[in-house]
Every structure is written in structure tokens, then in C-alpha cells.
């Protein structure tokens, strides 16, 4: 992708309306902590001790609204803590250069490296930047910074405060994650109908499994409906497969598939009742029609063999969903542990647990080659340049340019430029607004206290429809506080504006200085979600050779794994479309094609899951030396495409004879699927081995599609475009070709 589609892209991203649920109730509370910290002041102290005081409550408040699974109040008594603790930081430094720079490039570091721990950590530590920046200008003595900071984390106790006596939707993410995990389950099953190849995305499985994990605490007031049903998703996810597939299950035509239709069909019923009845609370109503299709008639069903066992597994896999519903959860609740060492539940560290957990994620961060640490590179120097910048410019709050510069700023390209266009398009939308205002009704701190309170709170209300949007409430909210503290509204439309305009400029030159693309590691992704992949194979094909509880504790362990590696390719491979760099290592139809393979490769793997048998079964010995083969193979096939070298498949094939040859074979299905896989690795190899001739060939109409594409200015023609070319491929070229 060129410069110039980039560029459009990232302004069509950064003022894009994003289509979520709005939650007023939740911006209405946390609005109020607002009103309740600013009117207290107005009325105990002074108006600038209000606007002061305000900043706390907002950023603790804003800070319940990330994405994050922990309970809102103890959220919000953390951002109110680090805001606290920076602002009283920095004015111990404040006064001289000589200390406080040093003090703000380390402090931004850190910031940065947060990121580690996750976007939520990484979010919140740049908030802190910005309280550091903005209060070392307000205390005039020890005394009094050590009391602001104290009304700091008061706000932060104020939004806790008002969480715990006015819960909404207590559990209500937790609710919503499990839901739509039960509902993609039950849109796969009905695009089974249709596609009985169709793919799943695993996503919603693996975000409500995220949210499954809670603290101790957590653990013994979670309800009951949250219990259970996640694994049933889970195991119903390779049976719908099974059965709809017309190698392994369902014949293609006829009754039989006409059957598997009638299943597939009355399970996704069955799933969204369930979906339905965790969402909202309401009974899990089954229309007669699809309850009447889940009776499995052994005398006159029309399937057989492996689609039978299919048919049958899915019938008692939703019972018991209809189980659980009907007894309100009962029936899957987990009881509480005694201790993290036995519990039954997936454990999240507490707050204090999480801080040596952070500090390995950290310490695995910490290299050159690291997209978290070349951001926190970048955020160190932005926020230092920006503060020295913007001290010698004749303007006051000089703090608003780095301000700016660090909450755009991400660790990926896209991002930061989407965001400081929507901050820049927001913040002068917000203060032209707000200046029309303060110009209007003249200076009054009562009025613009309750102006700065109505603009937070439609800040929370827009805070997840897009970041232009929030952020232009969130730039008049500035302004009543400047106004309600004394600041002529002169002083706060050119100043904000140009600052904002210095500090978002800074953010996107530093990118382009010192990036972190993520177009060259598209190889290493994927040969991580390869080498993942066949784990994943191995260890289910391992249960077949021996059923036991160890082996299937494996095969668990393998598909998170693999999950957590598809999820990996699937987030670089998204960023590199977006990215102004021609790739390294492959190209955009080599990607796409690569990406499908696997897929199929993870779908054949699915399908062998779907009919491990239990530990009293009989076992398959040809099984163990195919799963070692294809450990084996895809482990060396992930370095050979790190190292660009075309890969091979000689003891998977060698494995596969040697099950085709074995005398009264016990499980021809498994056998099927096992080839299923081998044509996978076959389309994979395919996708990026290919002789020099075809990839100059391949490369130069890849060329030709991605002209067009920009000449016509249409990025929905081709989406795969957004990888380009490659450039100086002529050695690569050689690598991938030479065996």
C-alpha cells in the first residue's frame, strides 16, 4: 500500500462511526463521580481547585470504560492511585529541566513497556503521563502537591464509591462475552447448512474464555449461568463440523444430508435460546419444531455410522445446555476452591499477584526488534521533544503538545495516525463548540462546572462509538474547566488547537523514524501458527493412539495454543494491510493463500477432535508414528519458512503409506482425516514454494492489481492488495526455490 491510499485509509479510520451498544447508565454514574468531586470543591475551596480536583474523577472514570474483565471499582481505584502518584512524582521533579526531563523520558518509557501487560495497561499508564504533565503546574509547596494528589485519588475513590452502592449489569461484559460465544457457535451450525466447509472464527470462544477467568474473590460471587455452558460450546463446535461434513459425516446429497441439515439447523436454535437466556435472563424457549428434530430414532435415523455418533453426541452436548438453563445454572455451577493450586476455575492473579506476572511480560519485551519497546522508545522521545518544543513557543500550557503526542500514540501504525486525526478532527470541533459557549453566557464556575460535567458525560456516552467523537466532549470539557479556573477563552482555542496539532504531528513523524512494521515478521507468524498447528494435530492424533485423561489434557493445552497463534498471524496480517511497505517475505496472495491452507490444515485437526474416542475405547498404534511425523515435519516446515526455504512433507507421507498398508486399519475415518491434513500441508507448501518464474510472474500482475486499485481509489476491489510487492526479491526468490 502506497503513502498516499495509507494516509486516506487512516482518515477514513479516524473518523469512522463505530457500531456498538451505547451504555448511558453506565456514562450517566460515572458522570455523576464528576459532579460530585467538582461541586464539593466549588462549594469547600475554590473554582480552581475544582478544575484541579476534576481530573482525577474523569480519568478514573474514563478508565472504567477500557476492555478489561477486572471489576470496575478496583479499575478505578488503580487509575485513581497512578494518577496520584504521578502527579505527586512529578512535582517533586518539576521546577528545572535538568530534573523533571529525565524524570518524563522515564516515566513515558515505562508508560510504553506497559503495553506488555496488555492494551488496558497500556492505556491507563499514558493517562498517567498526561496527569503528570498538566498538575506540576497547580501546587505551590510540598504540602499542597501531596493534598492534590490526595483529591486526585479521591476521585478515584468517589467513581469505586458509586460503583459499589449503584451496580449495572454487575457480570453484564461476562454475560455478553459467554453469549456470543454460544451465538457464533449456533451461526456456524446454520452456515453448515449451506457450506459444510464454512470456517469458524474462533474469536468469541476465545474472548469468552478470557472472561471465564476470575480471581478468588471473583470466583465466589460469579453467577451461576456463567458455569458451564463455555465448555459445551466448545465441544459442540467440532461435532456440528463432523456432522457436516461430506467426508467424514453426512453423505453429500440425499436424506442423510437432508438430516444433518434438520440437526445442524435445530442446534443453533437450541444455542441462541441459551445465548438468550444468559444474555438477558429469559427462559431458554425452544421452538417444538427444532426440539422434535433433536430426537434420535434408532430404529428408523436415517444417518450411519460416524454422522450417527455425530448426531448422537450433539443431541446429549444440548441437553445439556437445555439442562443448565432450565435449572438456572445449577447444574454447572463450580463449587469455590480452597486454594489456586486445586481450583476448577481458570485464575486471575490479583492486583498485587499481577505485578511479578507484568514484570516478566516486560522483561520478554525488552528488545530492539519488539513493537512494545520501539513504542515506548518512541513515547520517551515524543513526549520529551514535545515539552521542550512547546516551552519555547510563545503559547501557555505547553504540556497540551505532549499530551497529545502520547495518548494517540500505539504501538502500530494504523492506529496512531487514525487516532491523531480523530484527535486533532475532535479537539477542534470540542473547543469551537465550547469556546461558542463560554462567549455566550460570560464567565460564570457554577455554570461552567455543570457544562464540563453534561460534556463528560457524553464523552462516556461516545467513548466506544469512535475516539473523534469522544475526544471532541472531552476537548470542551477542557475548556469549561479552563474557563471555570479563570482561563480566558482566547488562550484555550489557539492554544489547544495548535499544540494538539504539534503533539500529533510529533506522534506521526516518530513512527515513521523509528517503526515497528509488521509486514517483515509476517513470515514469523506464520511459521508460528504452522509449527501451533501441528502441535494441535499431533496431540489429537495422539489420543487415538492412547485415550487417556493426559493425552486429552494435551490436546486442551495444543488448541489454546494454536488459538493463540492463528490469533497472532490474524492481528500482524491485519496490521500489514494497512502498512506503506512492500513486503519482505511475501507477498499479499502468498499471505492469503498460506492463510487458507492453515486454516483447512486447523479444520482437518477439528474434525479428528470431533471423534476422540474415550478411555475405554480401542486404540489406533498407526495414530502415534503419524502424529510424531507430523510433529516432526511442521516443526522443521515453521523454520523453513522463517528462513524462506520451500518445505517438505517426507515422513508425513511416509507415516500415511505406512497406515494405508496396515492390515485391518480400525479407523478409516481417522485415516480420512489424516489425509485431509496432508492435502492442507500439501496447499500450504503450494502457497509458498513456487518456482522463480511463477513468482515474477505472480509478482508482476500482483503489481498490476495493486495500480489499478489506487488508480481507481477503490479498497474494497481487492482487500488482499494491501501488502504490495515485494522488493528486491531477486535473492529471496532464489531461497524459496532452491531445493
Known sequence: MTWLRA?????????????TRLEPLLALRT??????????????VSPAYAASAALGAYSAGGATFQRTWRPRKVIALGAGAGLALSTFVGYLAAGRLVTFLPLLAVWTF??????????????????????????????TSLGRAAEHAGVIALGGVTQAVLILLFPIRRWGAHRDALADALAAVADYARRLRHDPTAPFDPEPVMTARDAAAVTPSQARTRPRALHGPRGIAERIRPVVAALADPDVGAPAEGPGRDRARELLGAAADVLDAVARW???????????ESMEALRVDEEHEVLEGPARQAA???VELLGEALEIAGSGGAHGRTPTPAGPAGAPFLVRPTLFRLVPVVLRAVRREFRRDSPVFRHAVRLAAVATLGYLIAARLPLGHGYWAP???????????????????ARLTGTLAGVALATGMVRALGPDAHVFGALAVVSAGLSYTLIRTGYAYSQCFTAAYVVFLLGMGGQTWEQTVTERAVLTLLGGALAMLAYVAFPAWETPRLPGRLADWLAANGRYAAAVLRNYAEPTREHHADMRRALLASRKARAAWQEAYDRARQEPVR????????????QEALKGFGRAAMLMESHVPRADSRAVPEAQRFADALEADTAQAADDVREHRNPEWGRVEEALRAWEGAAGDPSPVVRREAELQKQALEDLATAV???SLERDVGSAREEQRIRAAEAAQDEDQDPRTGLGDEAGGGERRASWSGK
Open 583 to 594: 513486503p519482505r517475505g511475501l507477498t499479499s496472495r502468498e499471505a492469503q493463500e498460506a
Open 403 to 421: 499530551i497529545a503526542s502520547v495518548m494517540v500514540m500505539r504501538p502500530d501504525f494504523h492506529r496512531t495516525y487514525a487516532r491523531a486525526v
Open 7 to 19: 494516509l486516506g485509509e487512516v482518515v477514513r479510520s479516524g473518523l469512522r462511526i463505530e457500531e
Open 689 to 691: 514454494s513456487r518456482t
Open 110 to 139: 515505562a508508560a510504553g513497556m506497559a503495553w506488555a501487560a496488555g492494551s488496558t495497561a497500556g492505556i491507563l499508564a499514558a493517562t498517567t503521563v498526561g496527569s503528570m504533565l498538566v498538575t506540576i503546574t497547580l501546587p
Open 31 to 44: 458522570a455523576a463521580g464528576v459532579a460530585i468531586v467538582i461541586g464539593a470543591a466549588l462549594w469547600l
Open 278 to 288: 444468559i444474555r438477558r435472563g429469559t427462559p431458554a424457549e425452544v421452538r417444538p
Open 312 to 314: 448422537v453426541r450433539l
